[in-house]
């Protein structure tokens, strides 16, 4: 499915409620860490944080986040897929997620990140039973974010618990988040293993 079919949109059952949305955002408001890491980033990639590059890191907003953005100043807009291979890995894509272009950093307002924006370079890595078993560093954009492979010790302990409690909340409310985090911890267990490497996951 395209940003563009309202009309499927219109029709699919709100799972996020605003007052779960809110909560989710009050969680996430907490400083991943005590710098600015676009700093880091930035000067290598013609001064743009990499992860605040729209046509890089396809910006994905759950329905129901991006229905709110668009009663509160429409600071997200759908984004139509402008090459092959992003209109491939939209189509490829949960019906749920709506592909949304921000005002970039100089117009970016913090309240009006997106849960995507506010996790990353995190994802939830689930044991063999389904459990989270803490964060682990996202499977894709190693080259290009320099926070992946920094120590916990980087991040605030508050802002590893609540995104854990995000993701556990989400899991409930998205069975198919749960079952796409497990099998991207199942290849993040493959790949490390191929490169002798040892999983490290964050938490408590
Ligand atoms: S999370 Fe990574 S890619 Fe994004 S601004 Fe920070 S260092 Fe750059
Ligand atoms: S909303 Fe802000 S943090 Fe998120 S991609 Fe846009 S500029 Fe970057």
Redesign the pocket.
């Known amino acids: 499915m395209f940003p563009e079919d309202h009309f499927l949109y219109k029709k699919m059952k709100t799972r996020i409620t605003d007052k779960k949305l809110k909560r989710f955002y009050r969680l996430l408001s907490v400083q991943?860490i005590d710098f600015?890491?676009?700093k880091?980033?930035?000067p290598k990639n013609g001064g743009m944080?990499?992860?605040?590059e729209n046509e890089s890191v396809v910006p994905i907003l759950f329905y129901e986040e991006y229905k709110w953005h668009q009663g509160n100043g429409k600071f997200w807009k759908k984004m139509p897929p402008k090459t092959k291979e992003i209109r491939k890995f939209i189509e490829e894509s949960e019906p749920y997620y709506v592909f949304s272009k921000c005002p970039g950093p100089e117009g970016c307002i913090r309240s009006k990140r997106s849960l995507n924006c506010m996790t990353?370079?995190f994802e939830p890595h689930l044991s063999k039973d389904g459990d989270i078993l803490g964060l682990a560093y996202t499977n894709t954009?190693k080259a290009?974010?320099?926070?992946?492979g920094k120590p916990e010790k980087t991040y605030d302990p508050l802002y590893i618990s609540n995104v854990i409690k995000f993701w556990q909340e989400i899991f409930e409310l998205y069975p198919e988040e749960e079952e796409m985090y497990f099998d991207e911890s199942r290849k993040r267990e493959r790949r490390l293993k191929r490169q002798g490497k040892r999983l490290r996951v964050f938490g408590p």
Not at 49 to 52: I, V
Not at 144 to 148: D, R
Request: net charge negative; proline share 16%.
């Open positions: 991943m600015d890491c676009g880091l980033c930035a944080p990499y992860c605040c990353f370079p954009h290009e974010c320099p926070l992946i």
